[in-house]
């Protein structure tokens, strides 16, 4: 197993600086430094260190930001505690970090539906958005999930569609597409949903009701519900 000074030195010779203008461009932002390395090629470096709960912890508390993302690649689903998904959450100065946390560690644990609603109500933007990008991701990973369960999501999401911070209101218009693109039960659910948002009259509310009913309303989607459903 190669040690932390190891692996840094690795990621330091992966750097190629022209790619961190691209991160800036996406509105990745914040970090203390970037090396620039693209996910095509921490993935498969990841891949040969394996997992290892307690190098993610040590990468993580690393002041740049692939290692963060590298943590997170070598992250043990159970031992991926809550104390470690709060301690990450606040850290998070990022969208990308939110949403790999939120997307494909927190559906993975035992606590995630409680979270999505403890950090729904939380003032930074980030650990706000982690609500929602969570709820994707369970949305999307948690197949054995009946309807009644998912769309406890929803009134969170009419709850909160009043914030017009970009990384919040974004999130929570993914949410919404992606809870009624599960299937045409919860697809009549979010529409019914994103009619309400948009009687609420913010600008907030407004964007996120016109884009989700725009999707959630198209042929594409219908077709490809109601072929899911035969």
């Not at 659910?189 to 309400?196: G, K, L």
């Amino acid at each position: 197993m190669k040690s932390l000074d190891l692996i840094l030195k690795d990621l330091n010779e992966m750097a190629d600086p022209e790619y961190v203008s691209k991160m800036e461009h996406f509105g990745i932002k914040g970090a203390p430094k970037a090396l620039g390395i693209k996910n095509a090629i921490l993935k498969p470096y990841a891949k040969e260190l394996g997992k290892d709960q307690m190098l993610a912890n040590q990468l993580w508390d690393q002041p740049i930001h692939e290692c963060k993302h590298l943590a997170m690649l070598l992250t043990e689903g159970k031992l991926f505690t809550e104390e470690i998904a709060e301690k990450w959450t606040s850290e998070c100065y990022s969208w990308d970090l939110v949403d790999g946390i939120g997307m494909k560690l927190v559906p993975l644990t035992d606590f995630a539906y409680r979270k999505v609603d403890e950090w729904s109500t939380r003032e930074p933007e980030f650990e706000k958005r982690m609500s929602f990008a969570t709820m994707v991701g369970l949305t999307i990973r948690d197949k054995k999930a009946l309807n009644e369960k998912l769309s406890s999501f929803f009134p969170i999401i009419e709850r909160e569609a009043w914030d017009d911070r970009n990384f919040v209101k974004k999130a929570i218009n993914w949410a919404l597409r992606q809870l009624g693109k599960r299937n045409l039960e919860l697809n009549k659910e979010a529409i019914n949903v994103a009619e309400r948002i948009k009687s609420q009259g913010t600008k907030a509310a407004s964007w996120i009701a016109a884009d989700a009913l725009r999707e959630l309303r198209s042929d594409k989607i219908q077709d490809r519900l109601e072929s899911k459903k035969s």
